[in-house]
């Protein structure tokens, strides 16, 4: 039986990994099933419905935990009832490496020397002392800001809420956006998908980067018009996009991006399960352990922001 002060927990949909029950019992949690639970970590980040569904049933849990950081499959029945907490910060350190592996290959030129068949001429920029734009302000913004240090970046942060930042030269409000693309070698999106966010940049935002100019997608597909992107790589409005999300995702395999030498697509693995596991797990076990206390939970959903 549990003490008293452990808290009892449920882990669903059937079928959660086990590396999840885990992670609730080394928080001090008491793994229970949903009609004796106070709070519960929900292990499946697609399947909203059934959540939905699980939520009606149960209505006095009182802590749900997502798996992802983006909850946008989850908006629609997100409210203040509960406390709501996502994975927001937990995967930042993958997704911020992945974003400088793509900045790096599309300026150096390497997704166009990987499809050619014969020696090729010289081609690329430095990204050390490069002019870098990334709009968004949290835990993946954050990493890649300390992984460009080495690089002697000029950075520039697009977000919600303009507060200074160790290691930026410039923090701009979120409607200044479009002053942040002209002069910039590389424009990273690491923001959460809301309806402001969506179609962010689209082809009057394309315009405005510079022709040499890199665009690179670690957050969502949605946040660039598919099209429009299409006829800036093939006009050479920009130099390249390299795309660890698309929309639509999966991309198709006849659709045009694929053929692009000036686009790198990688298929939205900057954050794999084998490196995704041991760090959800880690703040499954923080959560619970803050829950038990009665201590501030981390990466908590913030309703009116939607993310």
């Known amino acids: 039986m549990p003490s008293t002060s452990a808290p009892r927990i449920a882990l669903a949909p059937e ?3 086990a590396w999840m029950a885990e992670a609730i019992t080394a928080g001090g ?6 009609d004796e639970a106070h709070a519960l970590i929900w292990g ?24 992802h950081a983006g909850i946008e499959r989850f908006a629609g029945f997100i409210d203040d009832r509960r406390v709501w907490t ?14 400088l592996t793509l900045a790096l290959a599309g300026l150096r030129g390497v997704g166009d020397y990987a499809r050619q068949r014969a020696w090729s001429k010289p081609m690329g920029i430095n990204l050390l002392g490069a002019s870098v734009t990334i709009l968004g302000g949290g835990g993946i913004t954050e990493s890649l800001i300390r992984l460009l240090q080495p690089f002697d970046c000029h950075i520039t942060v697009v977000r919600n809420r303009v507060q200074p930042m160790d290691g930026v030269d410039d923090v701009l409000e979120s409607d200044r956006m479009t002053d942040a693309l002209p002069g ?12 402001d966010t969506e179609g962010i940049i ?33 006009n050479g ?52 352990k803050r829950w038990a206390s009665g201590d501030e939970l981390i990466g908590p959903v913030d309703t009116e922001l939607g993310y």
């Open 44 to 67: 499946n980040p697609f399947d909203a419905d059934s959540l939905a569904s699980l939520l009606a049933q149960h209505p006095d849990l009182e802590w749900i935990q997502l798996p």
């Open 237 to 288: 409005v920009i130099g390249g996009a390299g795309l660890d999300v698309t929309d639509p995702e999966p991309l198709p395999p006849e659709h045009p991006l694929w053929s692009m030498s000036n686009c790198i697509i990688t298929p939205h693995e900057g954050n794999t399960p084998e490196m995704a596991a041991p760090l959800l797990a880690a703040r499954i076990t923080e959560n619970v």
């Open 86 to 99: 996502c994975a927001k910060g937990v995967y930042a350190e993958p997704v911020a490496e992945m974003a």
């Open 29 to 34: 949690g008491y793994l229970v099933g949903l």
């Open 15 to 17: 079928g959660a990994p």
């Open 184 to 195: 910039a070698d590389v424009i990273v999106l690491a923001l959460s998908l809301t309806p």
């Open 202 to 234: 689209s082809a009057d935002e394309l315009a405005l980067m510079d022709s040499h100019a890199w665009l690179v997608n670690v957050a969502r597909g949605k946040h660039v018009v598919t099209d429009d992107l299409v006829e800036a790589l093939r």
